[in-house]
């Protein structure tokens, strides 16, 4: 079982970038995307489930962010809009197995499967 997580990078106050989390090896209920800035926890930023009828943002991130999915692909996609210094982290992706395939989870523990992270970096 793999998550890969890629795109991300550095970018402008108020840009965008898209980040993408494929997954081989077996079929979540939901994914989750969560990041860790310098110094700080793990944070919620926003997850999906499997059927994709469910979402779920921390509130910093509504409205800015919008994780979708590609069944096919077997990939989940996080878009960043108008990105700020405080968005800069390293951002995981995580996959469970656990609940219905319309649940989303909030929780680290909620997840047993996570990416190697990526790093996106907002410049002011």
């Known amino acids: 079982v793999q998550l890969q997580a890629s795109g991300g990078g550095l970018v402008q106050t108020g840009g965008s970038t898209r980040l993408s989390c494929a997954a081989s090896?077996?079929?979540?209920?939901?994914t989750g995307w969560f990041r860790q800035a310098p110094g700080k926890e793990y944070e919620f930023v926003a997850a999906l489930s499997y059927r994709g009828d469910r979402t779920a943002y921390a509130d910093s991130m509504k409205g800015r962010f919008t994780i979708s999915r590609s069944n096919a692909r077997n990939t989940v996609y996080l878009q960043m809009n108008n990105l700020k210094p405080e968005d800069t982290a390293v951002y995981y992706c995580?996959?469970?197995?656990?609940?219905?395939?319309?649940?989303?989870?909030?929780?680290?523990?909620?997840?047993?499967?996570w990416g190697q992270g990526t790093q996106v970096t907002v410049s002011s």
């Open positions: 995580a996959g469970t197995t656990r609940g219905s395939v319309h649940a989303t989870f909030r929780l680290q523990n909620e997840y047993d499967y």
């Open positions: 090896g077996r079929t979540f209920s939901a």
